[in-house]
């Protein structure tokens, strides 16, 4: 049985679905919605129709750009290094390395980790689109940007193993990253010193 009338439980069920967020808070926010002057609701649901339409995803790094381009605006930046390629796991957490400035190379995205316990493989991943593109040639060092949790280390590593055969340094940033942390909540300071710190690996 329906509580409130139906528009209100579509848009409590809708906002339920988003992580970090109970039936409780998406309740609330609905009827915040519902009070609010209609423009708030009116640019969320705009905001909202266009982030999947009017985005896409690099062609070369996957990092996400807007869409009709080819590659993202860092990739198509002639001052950035391509020899060097960072490899990350979400394109949060390319704005996060953006932020501390210090960073002059390309990035790869990975879209996840691996993780076998939510049966997450190399195939889930853009691994193939990475070697493809060490492959194609002009990478020197690739740099594993991964989280430090159990599943970031165990995907660098995964990766160091099908990198390092193909003749290119690898490296991992610096410890000294809070352990199990995210990249993207990372302060500026802590994360340019793991980039300049990094280590073969
Ligand atoms: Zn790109």
Do not use: W
């Amino acid at each position: 049985m329906m509580i409130y009338p139906e528009p209100v439980e579509n848009l409590i069920h809708a906002l339920s679905r988003l992580p970090g967020i109970g039936p409780k808070t998406a309740s609330r926010l609905a009827f915040y919605l519902l009070r609010a002057p209609d423009d708030v609701s009116h640019d969320l649901a705009e905001a909202l129709a266009a982030l999947k339409t009017n985005t896409a995803y690099c062609k070369q790094c996957l990092n996400i750009t807007s869409a009709g381009r080819e590659k993202c605006e860092i990739c198509v930046n002639e001052t950035r290094l391509p020899e060097l390629l960072c490899v990350v796991e979400e394109p949060l957490d390319v704005a996060a390395l953006e932020r501390t400035g210090a960073y002059n190379g390309l990035y790869h995205v990975l879209h996840g980790v691996l993780s076998p316990i939510e049966g997450i493989g190399p195939e889930d991943l853009k691994i193939r689109e990475l070697i493809l593109r060490i492959q194609a040639g002009g990478v020197k060092e690739v740099i594993l940007a991964t989280n430090p949790s159990m599943e970031g280390d165990a995907t660098a590593m995964y990766l160091q193993q099908q990198i390092t055969r193909m003749g290119v340094r690898v490296t991992r940033l610096a410890r000294g990253l809070p352990v199990g942390g995210d990249l993207e909540y990372a302060d500026q300071n802590t994360l340019m010193r793991a980039l300049s710190g990094r280590q073969e690996y």
